[in-house]
């Protein structure tokens, strides 16, 4: 047994993200054994699917959608580099390995995990000031994540993106060309797996070239069907 795991399971798992050396991922942090309660109504909802299918350009679609109230997009925490084009603090918060774990060993998110080599994280406390305040919150996730999410939060609504065709998704990867080759081969393997979990969430999404304002106006009718099928649902976590 090493050290670290002798220290207990948070120590070895912020020493694997500083080292790099983890592929687990966080099911149960440690902070804050107490639950928030959303406002009425305020719906946590998870946007997922593999790499590639665009659930980044869903989101920029949904952003541009009025909503009353507003969705709060929240902004997930990040080891990976920059990409052209992404903004930090919208695409998401880029912070360095040592940071993210220490913000993982005080149980500051709802789930963290690692994929492709990079560490994700969901910041515990926005999620709740968010639902507190009344608004829903929106969360883009990766497959492992958004289950570890509807293990916590039974109530959260779970939406799976999926591509017209594998073929479909992997000219989708390839046209981005921000991998090398082996990170894309790494994602089109991964791109499988995912897929094969969709009958795990609570609705498919089909996204199909040249029509991503009408896979955001099917998410905003997924929303509004969930909040009528259960007007007094409040969220705990």
Known sequence: MSRDEAAGPETAMTHAVESGTST???????????????????MLVIISGPSGVG???????????????DYHYVVTCTTRGQRPGEVAGVSYEFIEPKRFAERLRVGAFLEANEVHGNWYGTPRARV???LASGHDAILKIDVQGAQVVKERVPEAIL???????LETLFLRLQARATETADELELRQR????????????????????????????RIDEIIAEERAR???RRVRL
Request: glycine fraction near 6%; charged fraction near 35%.
């Open 24 to 42: 687990r991922s966080v099911s149960d942090p440690p902070l804050d054994e107490g639950h928030g309660e959303g406002a009425p109504r305020a």
């Open 55 to 69: 659930k980044d350009t869903i989101i920029e679609a949904l952003r541009r959608r009025p909503h009353d109230p």
């Open 128 to 130: 709740r000031d968010a």
């Open 159 to 165: 939406i799976f993106i999926v591509p017209p065709s």
């Open 190 to 217: 991964n791109a499988a797996i995912e897929l094969a979990r969709q009958n795990d969430y609570d609705h498919i999404v089909e996204n199909r070239d040249g029509e991503i304002e009408a896979t955001a106006a």
């Open 230 to 232: 259960n007007p007094d």
